[in-house]
């Protein structure tokens, strides 16, 4: 904190994106952390940013934080907000984005999506000199805050932080900070570890016997499987998918089901379906017991899950699957044309080479799922003008007192471009 640091009274007028509370002051916006709307705090400012030293009148919104860890760990933002207050700041993050873009639509109230609890979890891992040190990194530090149990995750991730530590001392010799991913899966525990380098023969050997005595399904490095004792897999409608290591995944499997069931009842009689951005399959496993569907990925070991997991599953229609980059290579509108519907789930950059192929195209309806509320505006911006109604979208929250919100939007082409 710098000479400059005041300890002063501010009284917060609204909450932030990130879930600071926000105060108008006459030098302008300050952030304070873990303020509520409402609320008076005696806070000590650095510049535009505040730490709160004491809450004088507390918010009839403020609740008691459900892990002794909340305000330390970087992880959660939003543990003391009240369900209604938490629900309508997630959604004003999409009304807000929406209307900056100059598109009025129905939003409607954030879906919960928690369900049992986050299904993947990332430890970091560096030596320090009493040894491995595993944990989250904290807020806005380098520093890592241990974990002996972190109350978002699903069960299936319990031993997550015992197995993290174990794996993070039989690696210590690297002397590299490292990332250990886990993954709940229907067959234990799904394991991927970022950052060593190449595992020479009698690592292996020992990261092996590490996976039994763990008794994990799987275990990884940088995306390579090391042993595969049970093929770990999520059960994605009648489909059984078995991703790559680390590949992509929605956060809660819970999250996954209900922006599917969003995706369906947005195109509920579509017969041909693109998956535009499909990664495993969720969405395609799905729509394939109604609809056939073309799926586009770029990511390979995703298409050949998907590939998999359509070929092994009874009473799906045909799911072709092809690896393509839609940044580079988007679907044309004569590729577009054929479709009844297409549904597209981009990475938080948005697909803005894909969308304005689409805003020229005649497909009918077009369902976008979307976890970045600034690139879906400016999409969604260009499907409008080019003659696309956006008829209503739905916040979906599956990260759980985090800022992060998901959305589907679904449009409807209503004339030609504007
Ligand atoms: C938000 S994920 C959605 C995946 C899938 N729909 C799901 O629900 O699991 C975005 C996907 O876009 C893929 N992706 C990223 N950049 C891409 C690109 N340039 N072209 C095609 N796919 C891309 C990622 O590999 C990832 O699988």
């Avoid at 938490?86 to 939003?107: D, I, M, P």
């Avoid at 359509?310 to 839609?326: I, S």
């Avoid at 304005?356 to 005649?362: E, G, N, Q, T, Y």
């Avoid at 979307?370 to 080019?386: K, N, P, T, Y």
């Amino acid at each position: 904190m710098s000479a400059l640091a005041m300890n002063e009274t501010l009284t917060i007028a609204r909450l932030g994106q990130r879930g600071d509370g926000v105060a108008e002051t006459v030098q302008g916006q300050v952030f304070v952390p873990f303020a509520l709307p409402g609320e008076s705090v005696r806070a000590v400012r650095d510049g535009d940013r505040a730490q709160v030293v004491e809450i004088l009148t507390p918010s009839a919104s403020r609740i008691a934080a459900i892990c002794p860890l909340f305000t330390r760990c970087g992880g959660c933002a939003a543990q003391h907000m009240g369900e209604g207050l938490y629900a309508e700041w997630k959604r004003q993050q999409v009304v807000t984005a929406l209307s900056r873009a100059g598109l009025e639509t129905e939003v409607l109230p954030v879906v919960d999506a928690h369900g049992v609890g986050r299904r993947r979890v990332t430890f970091h891992a560096r030596r320090e000199d009493d040894g491995m040190r595993v944990g989250f990194m904290v807020a806005g530090t380098h520093d890592l805050i241990e974990v002996q149990a972190c109350p978002v995750l699903a069960p299936g991730l319990e031993r997550a932080p015992i197995v993290a530590q174990h794996l993070a001392n039989r690696l210590r010799a690297s002397n590299k900070p490292l990332d250990i991913q886990l993954t709940a899966s229907e067959a234990g525990l799904d394991v991927d570890i970022r950052g060593h380098g190449p595992a020479g023969d009698a690592l292996r050997r020992q990261l092996t016997e590490a996976a039994e005595r763990l008794d994990l399904a799987r275990l990884a490095m940088h995306g390579e499987i090391i042993v595969e004792r049970r093929a770990p897999f999520q059960l994605m409608g009648k489909a059984a998918v078995t991703p790559a290591p680390g590949g992509f995944l929605q956060a809660t499997s819970e999250g996954e089901a209900m922006l599917s069931r969003l995706v369906l009842d947005a195109i509920p009689k579509a017969k041909r379906v693109a998956d535009l951005f499909a990664g495993c399959g969720p969405f395609s496993v799905r729509l394939a017991e109604k609809a056939q569907v073309s799926a586009f990925e770029s990511d390979k070991a995703a298409i050949q899950a998907l590939s998999r997991a359509a070929n092994h599953t009874q009473g799906l229609k045909p799911v072709a699957a092809e690896a393509r980059d839609l940044f580079r290579r988007p679907l044309l509108e004569h590729e577009l044309n054929v479709f009844d519907a297409v549904v597209l789930d981009p990475p938080r950059a948005g697909a803005e080479a894909q969308v304005k192929r689409l805003a020229a195209s005649k497909v009918p309806l077009v369902a976008y799922v979307s976890c970045d509320v600034g690139s879906f505006a400016r999409d969604a911006a260009l499907l409008v003008a080019g003659g696309y109604a956006l008829e209503r979208v739905t916040p979906v929250d599956q990260f759980r007192y985090s800022a992060h919100i998901e959305l589907v939007g679904v449009f409807r082409k209503t004339a030609g471009r504007k």
